[in-house]
T-cell receptor, first 113, second 117 residues
Framework: DQQVKQNSPSLSVQEGRISILNCDYTNSMFDYFLWYKKYPAEGPTFLISISSIKDKNEDGRFTVFLNKSAKHLSLHIVPSQPGDSAVYFCAASVRGGADGLTFGKGTHLIIQP | GAVVSQHPSWVICKSGTSVKIECRSLDFQATTMFWYRQFPKQSLMLMATSNEGSKATYEQGVEKDKFLINHASLTLSTLTVTSAHPEDSSFYIC?????????????FGNGTRLTVT
């Protein structure tokens, strides 16, 4: 049973527009959520995180929204740039990350010129 | 920022041999490191939690005797795949977090591509 779900395997967005990546989770014990960006044959690179006491966190072009009642979070990238093309993983943890992360399957974001 | 180094980046070995993968935290001490595994087009799956000075904690379904973990110092954890078989071929990634308390993002190494022939 997958506790973190990313239902869109891929997403294509035009350069300059907003990219919205979605993630759903089932474990109500999760209290810390993260987004990672990954290129093939490389480890994930941390992008942005949010704790369960917040509903929004912003860092430059990246904003993460958390809706606890819906067990849903999303990553907004605006404006989208060609260098944003990669696989994006949503991850969640209990105890603020002390027990490791549970990852979704990833969404391949393609930014079209 | 925090840097995690993993070595080797790729390795090819014959069936039945053992392979050791190293994970180092370069600019911080990590009492806990994590080992993940990723199959093509799949999620990263947590294999085990490596604790400095004590035994590793393995996730359900991960064979302890096959995947030996040693966390000998605060900056080094090793994963040894023993008696490797072709089905062990995968992408192995380690991660660690600076000891700044809760809600500290995990930083990942660049992974090791293991191919068993």
């Amino acid at each position: 049973d997958q506790q973190v779900k990313q239902n869109s395997p891929s997403l294509s967005v035009q350069e300059g527009r907003i990219s919205i990546l979605n993630c759903d989770y089932t474990n109500s014990m999760f209290d810390y959520f993260l987004w990672y960006k990954k290129y093939p044959a490389e480890g994930p690179t941390f992008l942005i995180s949010i704790s369960s006491i917040k509903d929004k966190n912003e860092d430059g072009r990246f904003t993460v929204f958390l809706n606890k009642s819906a067990k849903h979070l999303s990553l907004h990238i605006v404006p989208s740039q060609p260098g944003d093309s990669a696989v994006y993983f949503c991850a969640a943890s209990v105890r603020g990350g002390a027990d490791g992360l549970t990852f979704g399957k990833g969404t391949h974001l393609i930014i079209q010129p | 920022g925090a840097v995690v180094s993993q070595h080797p980046s790729w390795v090819i070995c014959k069936s039945g041999t053992s392979v050791k993968i190293e994970c180092r935290s370069l600019d911080f001490q990590a009492t806990t490191m994590f080992w993940y595994r990723q199959f093509p087009k799949q999620s990263l799956m947590l294999m085990a939690t490596s604790n400095e000075g004590s035994k590793a904690t393995y996730e359900q379904g991960v064979e302890k005797d096959k995947f030996l973990i040693n966390h000998a110092s605060l900056t080094l954890s090793t994963l040894t795949v023993t008696s490797a078989h072709p089905e062990d071929s995968s992408f192995y990634i380690c991660s660690a977090s600076p000891p700044t308390g809760r809600n500290s993002p995990l930083h990942f190494g660049n992974g090791t591509r293991l191919t068993v022939t």
